[in-house]
């Protein structure tokens, strides 16, 4: 095939033997949002249900969250980790779904070393950690808030660079300002994981120092 | 000047209006790390004296390496980031050492948009972020740890993205093996803020662990 002959950005990317999607865009928008809309009651009913703690609604809703990010990073990110050489090659359900997705930025189709290395450490060390750090809560355990600390300011710091990294090249792997490959995939789909992060980061630091006044108050100075 | 009129890797990269240091290896190597030294004393000074607080040897050791860190980060490393457009036509000192570091990762010369969007961020959020940690320490603030834990956590995951990226690119940026440009300058020159912040990770998480078991024991459970 022509490797001008795709529809992504910039036109003179070699996507040599890119393969078009069977599947039209509502098609996988639809397929993918309603997996995940057909995936939430049962995570919110993990997050709802299996806790030997009492927990508040919001941090019930928290480990929702990040169950679904556990999901998200393993299945969807982990897929294009696994499979980011061919990526463009291939016929699969998620590989459709990169190939749609990549309308708004191309570097999930160039094999961008930025880009495959922070998704592959998003899938197979974040992905986990999200699981970790909601078993930690129903369990409560004493890193549950250290491990939702780490796993958001990983997410955090990920997409900052993820945003950067594209505005430093000027945004020429997407159509820029376009209501769905642009404003959509590409900005609203990332923020979501500097936003959320961002508070996640907020309400462990807080409780983080809140724990430390505790312990400098009781007078227990035996590590400063 | 000849785009292939340059001593770096790949020889294909085009460094259009390089121009070559007038210090030699051993003049720029004798001034930077005698720079380092002849600081030290002046940092070590302030990490064992400026204190509010009784903090044991190996705190004071840890307070020294991260102002030593502030240092590279906000000076060294913010020179890059301020001048990375044009460093390879720069003669100032500090370009000079960046000409000569790119000897092993010519990435520093190529405006890469990992390198610079990452070495901005480590040199002025992790640049304060470190004199912060010192101060915090000095001062016994609750965000003391949690504090060192974001900073080394910044420090941790931009070389491994840093280590990741170059070989997932096979390592073309330099010469591979060789002992000064390979070993010292790539590996050992970026390994020490792999090996020393995952230490600082641990140290913090234990702290924070500890406290939040005090917190716990002590039946204040109104924050889950």
Redesign the interface.
Known sequence: MDQKLHPYYPQSANLQGFVPNTLDVLQILLYFFGGLVAVLPFLAFLSFTYSK????IS?KMILCWLLLCGCIHLFLEGHFAIYHLDIHTRMDFLSQVWKEYAKGDSRYLLQD??T???E??TAFLEGPGCFLTVWA?MR?K?????IQ??VS??QF??C??YF???A??GFIHGPMWHPLYFWFYFVFMNVLWIIIPFCLIVDS?L??????????N?G?RK??
Do not use: H, N, W
């Open positions: 703690t009492k927990l508040s941090r070393p930025f495959v290395c922070m592959t450490i809560f409560q004493s890193y549950r808030y250290l600390l780490v300011l990983g710091y990920g900052v660079l950067s990294t594209e430093m090249e630091s409780t983080i120092m809140s724990a430390q006044v505790s312990v400098d009781s227990s590590r400063r």
